[in-house]
């Protein structure tokens, strides 16, 4: 997967290629990672990429004509079929079904945004899709554009250590994760389940589901209403809830 972010912070940007998970992918060449930065169009001297909104107001924008040239430049760099994806707090909320759908992509543009935001003719133009991390603001789109890229790139083939892992994780099934244990068996008076301990992997699977509904039902009540239970799933709650 080829990956670019348009950003007037390259340096910033490239630290997730440093770490984690997004380290080893792109070490182990399953992803390359590069950023764009809109001030290398400027036309001034001065690199100027912002300018004063129309209608008056606080704060800049950021300017056409400099952020087109460089998701130009970026596109040329990414396989056809790659989208521009800007992070935005007026995008949809990204989700694992959004980062699975990503997943499945040749690559992708990211267009991190600075100040009060970039023109709105560019992105009419020039985005194929506006994404948000939720009902909060940030100071620009890099912070956004690395969580993004770190949950699609965890999810490609040959990227974490046990593919079963990423299957796994809290949101793939529609529901978050069940709790995680490790030795020892007793810390501070507190154990971990018996089941863990049985040997019994049907039993240990049933357990780790029903956690994960109950946990759900608790903490995300609006997981569990989308979902459509059927007897079995609808005796796990309320056992859950029960206990």
């Keep these: 997967m080829q990956l670019q972010i348009v950003t007037l912070f390259p340096d910033m940007v490239r630290t997730v ?42 704060g800049m924008v950021m300017k056409y004509k400099p952020v087109a040239a460089a998701l130009k430049a970026a596109r040329d760099e990414v396989p056809a079929g790659s989208p521009v994806v800007c992070l935005s707090p007026q995008g949809a909320v990204f989700n694992q079904a959004t980062a699975q759908r990503f997943a499945a992509l040749p690559g992708m543009v990211f267009l991190a945004g600075r100040y009060e935001g970039i023109d709105e003719r560019l992105i009419e133009a020039e985005v194929d899709e506006e994404l948000s991390l939720g009902d909060f603001v940030l100071s620009g789109g890099e912070i956004a554009a690395m969580a993004v890229i770190d949950a699609v790139v965890r999810l490609l083939p ?6 079963a892992s990423a299957q796994q994780d809290s949101f793939m099934e529609g529901l978050l994760d069940h709790p995680h244990y490790t030795r020892p068996e007793e810390i501070a008076g507190r154990r971990v389940p018996e089941v863990l301990l049985s040997g019994d992997h049907a039993r240990i699977a049933k357990w780790r589901y029903q956690q994960a509904l109950g946990r759900s ?12 239970l059927n007897d079995e799933q609808q005796k796990l709650l309320d056992d859950f809830l029960a206990e």
């Design 17 to 58: 290629a440093d770490y984690g998970v997004v380290g080893r992918a792109v070490d182990r060449g399953i992803v390359s990672l590069q950023s764009t930065n809109p001030r290398d169009f400027a036309a001034d001297v001065h690199r100027t990429v912002d300018d004063r909104p129309y209608g008056g107001g606080p």
């Design 217 to 228: 039902f608790l903490r995300r009540p609006d997981l569990v209403a989308k979902l459509d």
């Design 158 to 163: 040959g990227v974490l250590g046990d593919e």
